[in-house]
C-alpha cells in the first residue's frame, strides 16, 4: 500500500485487541462511543514523507464481520490493515464518495495478494 502511493519509509505497529480497547480509543480521541473495526493515528506530521503510525483492530469485529461478508478470517484482517494504512496515508471515510474510494482501493489492493499459500483451497 504504502509503495504504491509513493510512501518509501513507513514504520507502523498494528494492534490487535478488544472491542473495548478500541471504543476507548474511538471515544478519547474521536468522541464517538460506538464498536469499530479499526483505528489508525499517524504519530507525525502529515507534511512529512515518511509515515510513523499505529493501526488498532479489533478482532472481535474482524471476525464478525468475516462471517458477515463470507470472507475468509485472514482476508477481513487485511482488508483492515489495508484500511488503517489508507488512513495513515491521509484518505478519509467520513462520507459516501470517500468511503467508496477507500473501498475501491482495498479491493485493488485485496486483488494483488496471492492468496494460494496464505489460505486454504477452499477458502480463496
Known sequence: VFTD??????????????????TQLKKKYFGKNHLTDV????????SEQQIDGEIYISFPRA?????KF???FEKEITRLMIHGSLHLIGYTDDTSNTKNKMTQLEDQYLEKIIWENIL???KK
Do not use: S, W, Y
Request: aromatic letters at 6%; proline letters at 5%.
Open 5 to 22: 502511493q509513493n510512501i518509501t519509509n513507513a514504520n507502523v505497529t498494528i494492534v490487535f485487541g478488544k472491542d473495548e480497547l478500541l
Open 39 to 46: 483505528i489508525a493515528f499517524r504519530l507525525n506530521d502529515e
Open 63 to 67: 471476525k464478525e464481520n468475516a462471517l
Open 70 to 72: 463470507d470472507e475468509p
Open 120 to 122: 486454504p483451497a477452499t
